[in-house]
């Protein structure tokens, strides 16, 4: 007997009666498969080592010969880092769902686009994490089960960079290279300059300056950051992050001295993109900057390095270095405006599909 999509009875008639024993078939539905970059399953040594060597260990962030850097991942780093940053996500942990913020925020985005996309009744809405759980390829086996035969995948990032959009490219594609029947697929580029996203990220500020008791002289975009070298080699971020934030100055009416960029998060001895967001957080204070806020672009969701990176540890060296209000402004997350951004792009997405 013919299994098809209940929700795609013109599907069922087209593929017609099959013999009595041929094997069950599913299809008739479209999958938009949103992906963030991961998240450990618990704070505790285990779950952050077990996350933090799937992650260090991918070649697009890594770029070290294996040779000089696996030593020093397992020697050191693996020994290490697992309770520092253990520790970090402790501060931040969701624990009603004991699970990362990211993976709340994920989830809800899933959840809320599938809603927005009900007058589709044959679009399958998931979620999946490039590093820890859910995996792509679980996710991607739960969509065929469910018969899901186009599958439109998005990583969700602004900005392309070849540390994120292009290993979840990586993954997603690993995935479909094991399936003996692979689905038509799709892949959301990056959406840096698109107006919808602009708009949102301008109204989200605007919205949160709102509700402040004192005017921000000053306003970062903190983006993370890659090392120097990535960009030289040709990777585009610094150039859409930069593109970015111009566009944006240009809706809200500011200049460069209201409204700077920054990068955060560098890791290692390599130079990274510049200006550092922690070092710009401290000299801003210093020179008698009193009102800073700080927002993270390039982060669809609140996560580590927005909520304890920038939140709590931005926001406490910029008051010992002498600052008196600080505020960061959170990301997009599941917001009216962030939906905004995702239902728009996926829907351009779909087109000619549903």
């Known amino acids: 007997m013919t299994v098809v999509s209940k929700l795609d009875p013109a599907q069922a008639r087209k593929i017609g009666p099959l013999p009595p024993d041929h094997p069950p078939v599913r299809i008739g539905k479209v999958g938009v498969l949103l992906v963030n970059l991961g998240t450990?399953?618990?704070?505790?040594?285990?779950?952050?080592?077990?996350?933090?060597?799937?992650?260090?260990?991918?070649?697009?962030?890594?770029?070290?010969?294996?040779?000089?850097?696996?030593p020093i991942l397992y020697g050191i780093v693996l020994n290490t880092r697992p309770r520092k940053s253990g520790a970090a996500y402790a501060k931040i942990w969701n624990r009603d769902r004991n699970e990362s913020p990211l993976r709340t925020f994920t989830r809800a985005q899933a959840e809320k686009l599938a809603v927005a996309l009900s007058d589709h009744a044959n679009v399958h809405v998931d979620w999946a994490m490039r590093y820890g759980k859910p995996s792509i390829e679980s996710v991607v086996d739960r969509m065929l089960a469910a018969g899901c035969d186009r599958i439109v995948m998005f990583p969700l990032y602004p900005q392309y960079s070849?540390?994120?959009?292009?290993?979840?490219?990586?993954k997603f594609f690993e995935a479909m290279s094991k399936l003996r029947f692979m689905p038509a697929t799709?892949?959301?580029?990056?959406?840096?300059?698109?107006?919808?996203?602009?708009?949102?990220?301008?109204?989200?500020?605007?919205?949160?300056?709102?509700?402040?008791?004192?005017?921000?002289?000053?306003?970062?975009?903190?983006?993370?950051?890659?090392?120097?070298?990535?960009?030289?080699?040709?990777?585009?971020?610094?150039?859409?992050?930069?593109k970015?934030?111009?566009?944006?100055?240009?809706?809200?009416?500011?200049?460069?001295?209201?409204?700077?960029?920054?990068?955060?998060?560098?890791?290692?001895?390599?130079?990274?993109?510049?200006?550092?967001?922690?070092?710009?957080?401290?000299?801003?204070?210093?020179?008698?900057?009193?009102?800073?806020?700080?927002?993270?672009?390039g982060f669809v969701s609140d996560c580590l390095e927005t909520l304890e990176e920038i939140a709590g540890e931005a926001a406490e060296s910029f008051h010992e270095a002498g600052g008196r209000n600080f505020t960061h402004i959170p990301c997009l997350n599941d917001s009216e405006e962030g939906m905004a951004v995702i239902e728009a792009m996926v829907r351009r997405e779909l087109s000619g599909w549903v």
């Open 40 to 70: 450990p399953d618990g704070t505790d040594y285990a779950p952050m080592r077990r996350y933090l060597r799937e992650f260090l260990s991918d070649r697009r962030v890594i770029e070290w010969p294996r040779a000089l850097w696996y």
């Open 244 to 297: 970015t934030t111009r566009l944006l100055r240009e809706r809200l009416g500011w200049d460069e001295a209201r409204l700077m960029i920054c990068f955060q998060s560098r890791f290692g001895p390599e130079e990274w993109l510049q200006p550092y967001t922690d070092e710009t957080v401290e000299k801003l204070a210093r020179d008698g900057v009193r009102s800073l806020a700080v927002f993270n672009p």
């Open 186 to 242: 799709r892949t959301v580029p990056s959406y840096h300059d698109e107006p919808v996203y602009i708009e949102a990220l301008a109204r989200s500020i605007e919205n949160h300056l709102a509700t402040l008791d004192f005017e921000p002289e000053v306003v970062i975009a903190s983006y993370h950051g890659i090392p120097r070298s990535y960009f030289l080699a040709g990777d585009p971020y610094h150039c859409q992050c930069l």
């Open 162 to 170: 070849a540390t994120t959009t292009a290993t979840v490219n990586d």
